[in-house]
């Protein structure tokens, strides 16, 4: 199976149906989407196209992507585009093999399939009877178009495996960003070309810009002998490899197995002529060291003070993603906060910012700039085990460059307005629950994680607002107050909401006196604090009340004493 030419992935239509088509189909202005049985198989197909595009189409300069912006290649172009990359994605057969060891690893015993997914338990699992939660045996047969995906899936997100199972370039479990155009109705391709970039901003420092070329083995590693890293020294680094590298990387060493007898596959359902029940691997596969930032992913700086030491990827973590981490997923913050967005966000946000002033015909992009979203997703790794795979979209917001530090600044009052109320709402209902409330252990994250779920829609309602103010270019913009009174009316109703659905999970009539007390007590305590009332209970909302220029309004009834925490 050839994974340029035969029709092995699932793309959904205009019209809801799905067909089986080869990568050229993401021309079509009839195809939406791609459809995999596996949500971590969706993020890696969209960066498998991505990567194609870029590979065959890279555009000399920002005019250049610009120009195919307008004028998508159609169905035909792009598969001629793609023909001369054939020989490099062969899946089977005796030469090179798509993202597959040279070595046919003979010297290696067979393994399940299975080792292939990353939330599938390791040997050790196995062996300990610790796979309560995602059990052995659930795949044991891929047809080929499932297990290609599940090896570059792989590839690109090789999580921490041991001594010599080297982990991948971007490290292991990272994010990845990429950004969409607000209407959902737009074909495919005007979904992924934004995520493409230029020859003069893909590269980092040190590498030098070469056309891709199907042989070249700084580019695609499996067309030559195996980079082998048992001994210091064979670390791959930035300014070794072609600056196309990143998008195919290949840190482990695998050879897949086909199957003679036919069989249905675990993952998709479809029958399979030649499935693939079994695999090789072996140790030592690339090493990657150095400043690597993979175009597609955030890093962050874990001392900005330190600029000798290596940026890390940024990864996904328990409580999931939300508006808490936009600031770090869009806006540049190197010196202080460490934050260093996806190269690709970057680079989207700077070059709009001039095609009006660049280009004739530049409204015909601005409603890409102004109506962008940002995809976040990938998994929440503990070393090798998945804890979660997490998937978001944002909206992304550019603004002019003399206001990204206003942005930066609006975006942070509103966000640490948040925080402090979530780890007040947190505290209060440790107080509501316990009776030594500051004994209390245990994990009460979730109680964050569902006080910004419940918030972010009203907060991307906020930063968009914020977005229109900053776009207008004005000299000195200012932010309304009704701005500033709705976000925090958003988040005085959700924190009580939730302090009452969690304090009272059982009927009244139930409860003793001690009990209601304690409840009631860390309620007024709460509504205090989100009233502004009190001379230090209220400080918090008093401040946000100043900055953004409206006043609390506390109804009269409410008894507003100010009591501490027990």
């Known amino acids: 199976m050839n994974l340029l030419t035969s029709n092995w992935l699932p793309f959904r239509h205009r019209d809801g149906r799905i067909d089986y088509r080869p990568p050229s189909a993401l021309a079509d202005p009839d195809v939406l989407d791609l459809a995999l049985p596996r949500a971590d198989f969706q993020g890696a197909a969209w960066q498998f196209l991505i990567a194609l595009l870029q590979t065959a189409m890279t555009p000399k300069n920002t005019d250049a992507w610009l120009d195919r912006y307008q004028t998508p290649p159609g169905v035909a172009e792009l598969d001629e585009l793609l023909a001369p990359f054939a020989s490099a994605f062969e899946l089977d057969g005796d030469g090179p093999r798509f993202m597959q060891d040279l070595d046919p690893l003979d010297d290696v015993k067979d393994a399940p ?5 990353i939330d599938s338990p390791g040997a ?9 939660f995602v059990k052995r045996g659930r795949v044991d047969t891929a047809c080929p178009e499932c297990a290609a995906l599940a090896l570059y899936t792989m590839q690109i997100n090789a999580p921490a495996g041991g001594a010599g199972i080297r982990v991948g370039l971007r ?14 109705s737009q074909p495919l391709w005007a979904r992924l070309w934004p995520n493409v970039m230029p020859a003069d901003a893909v590269g980092q420092p040190g590498q030098a810009w070469r056309a891709p070329g199907v042989e070249d083995r700084d580019l695609f590693f499996w067309m030559g002998d195996t980079r082998i890293s048992d001994k210091k020294g064979t670390e791959v680094l930035p300014e070794q490899v072609h600056p196309l ?3 195919w990387s290949m840190p482990r060493r695998y050879r897949l197995l086909f199957d003679e007898t036919p069989g249905c596959c675990d993952l998709c359902g479809r029958e399979a002529d030649r499935p693939v029940r079994h695999l090789r691997a072996k140790k030592q596969g690339a090493n990657y060291d150095g400043p690597w930032r993979h175009p597609l992913t955030p890093y962050r700086r874990l001392n900005p003070k330190k600029l000798e030491e290596l940026p890390l990827s940024s990864k996904g973590q328990p409580g999931g993603l939300g508006y808490r981490h936009w600031p770090g997923l869009v806006l540049e913050d190197e010196a202080i906060s460490g934050a260093l967005p996806a190269r690709v966000v970057t680079h989207h946000l700077q070059k709009y910012r001039q095609v009006k002033a660049a280009r004739d015909d530049g409204e015909a992009f601005d409603a890409l700039y102004r109506h962008a979203r940002l995809w976040v997703f990938g998994y929440d790794m503990d070393n090798m085990k998945p804890r979660g795979w997490y998937s978001v979209e944002m909206p992304l917001v550019g603004v002019p460059k003399a206001h990204q530090e206003t942005l930066r600044g609006w975006v942070k009052r509103f966000v640490d307005l948040a925080s402090e109320i979530s780890w007040t709402l947190r505290n209060q209902l440790k107080r509501a629950w316990f009776k030594r409330p500051e004994d209390a252990k245990g994990d009460m994250s979730q109680i964050d994680a569902q006080f910004f779920e419940a918030t972010q829609p009203a907060f991307f309602t906020a930063l968009r607002e914020i977005g229109g103010v900053l776009r207008e270019d004005e000299e000195a913009p200012t932010l309304s107050p009704e701005i500033h009174r709705q976000w925090y009316g958003a988040l005085k109703r959700e924190a009580l909401a939730l302090f009452d659905a969690q304090a ?3 009927p009244l009539e139930g409860m003793k006196m001690q009990q209601l007390e304690r409840i009631t007590g860390a309620r007024r305590y709460l509504l205090t604090y989100l009233n502004g009332s009190g001379k230090k209970v209220g400080k918090t909302m008093q401040a946000f009340a100043e900055a953004g220029g409206f006043k609390l309004k506390t109804p009269a009834s409410e008894d507003h004493r100010e009591e501490s925490p027990a």
Request: glycine share 18%; proline share 6%; net charge negative.
């Open 113 to 117: 399939v299975a080792g292939l997914l």
């Open 124 to 132: 050790n699992g196995i062996k300990n009877n610790t796979d309560f």
């Open 171 to 184: 490290g292991g479990g990272p994010l990845t960003t990429l950004i969409l155009p607000e209407d959902e």
């Open 245 to 247: 590298h990143a998008f």
């Open 504 to 506: 009272i999970s059982g």
